[in-house]
């Protein structure tokens, strides 16, 4: 009877657990159905089978969109983990400037992602924009700065911008981390005359490896994700230059009315995005069996 009552709370969370699960199954037995056949209008389709998948996993463009994902989220990752972490190993330990480090840190993460893009338009337009401005007239470049015309000045662009925007997160669970770890440590680490890098390299980092996993895990999910900012500063471009996974399936859904082969893709994109949950799901948990050990 006891197990029964510390089980009922589940109930509560019942109504919300039907609603998300409908709202979820009917769009994606939508995209399943879409997959499976060729639309020519409303109520005119054709059983086609795997024809679209068959076609998706051969697209060179497909192809071509999913490197760069890879490219993208990679240096994503290659830059925000490291600088997260000597933001937060920078940052007060007690004070008023904890609140202000905590604050100013947070305030990227609060901005709508479609005003994020608009913000980098105007930071980086040639003519207006104070970074634009500003490195044109350094003359520091052979080719003037203008991220909608060379695709590597958009690259830069929009990477400079995702890790403006989201290096802040990485940087708050490094500093959570750190807080979460007794004094003793560091006391013992002096008593013992460890340097810093010393006392970094064996107290905090290993102390931190499950949330640095954390980190990792969001922003390798997010980055993989990534649409409005790309879409509102560059479109994809110059050609495909910064034409995403996500970018790529609106084109091919909204702008060429590929539907069938759109919900294939979709479907493929799901299935990789549920891999490498997979993946960082099953590393975390060794990351805590190993921490408990």
């Known amino acids: 009877m006891e197990k029964w009552?510390?089980?009922?709370a589940w109930f509560l969370v019942l109504p919300a657990f039907i609603v998300v699960a409908f709202s979820a199954i009917i769009p994606l037995m939508t995209v399943v159905n879409y997959s499976?056949?060729?639309?020519?209008?409303?109520?005119?389709a054709v059983y086609v089978g795997a024809e679209?998948?068959?076609e998706m996993l051969g697209?060179?463009?497909l192809h071509d969109a999913l490197w760069r994902q890879f490219q993208f989220s990679g240096l994503v990752l290659l830059i925000e983990i490291p600088l997260g972490v000597l933001i937060a190993l920078a940052m007060p330990k007690r004070g008023w400037g904890v609140s202000a480090s905590l604050l100013t840190l947070a305030l990227p993460l609060v901005i709508p992602w479609n005003v994020i893009g608009t913000i980098w338009i105007i930071f980086t337009r040639p003519d207006i924009g104070l970074f634009g401005v500003g490195i044109n007239s350094l003359d520091l470049l052979e080719v003037p700065f203008d991220h909608t015309a060379k695709p590597l000045y958009?690259?830069?662009t929009v990477l400079a911008m995702e890790v403006w925007h989201w290096t802040p997160l990485v940087a708050l669970l490094s500093y959570a981390g750190l807080r979460a770890i007794p004094e003793v440590y560091y006391q013992a680490a002096k008593i013992d005359g460890a340097s810093g890098w010393d006392t970094f390299l064996y107290i905090q980092l290993p102390k931190m490896r499950g949330v640095l996993t954390i980190a990792v895990l969001l922003r390798w999910m997010d980055s993989f994700l990534i649409f409005a900012e790309p879409f509102a500063l560059t479109g994809g471009g110059p050609g495909n230059a910064t034409t995403f996974l996500s970018l790529y399936?609106?084109?091919?859904?909204?702008?060429?009315?590929?539907?069938?082969?759109?919900?294939?893709?979709s479907l493929i994109y799901f299935l990789i995005i549920l891999l490498f949950c997979f993946i960082f799901y099953q590393a975390l948990l060794h990351v805590g069996k190993g921490e408990k050990a």
Not at 5 to 8: G, P
Not at 36 to 44: M, N
Not at 249 to 265: C, E
Request: charged residues 15%.
């Open 5 to 8: 009552q510390n089980n009922r």
């Open 36 to 44: 499976l056949q060729d639309i020519f209008g409303p109520g005119q």
């Open 52 to 54: 679209w998948f068959k």
């Open 59 to 61: 697209n060179h463009r």
């Open 154 to 156: 958009a690259w830069i």
């Open 249 to 265: 399936l609106v084109k091919l859904a909204t702008m060429q009315f590929d539907l069938g082969p759109a919900a294939a893709f």
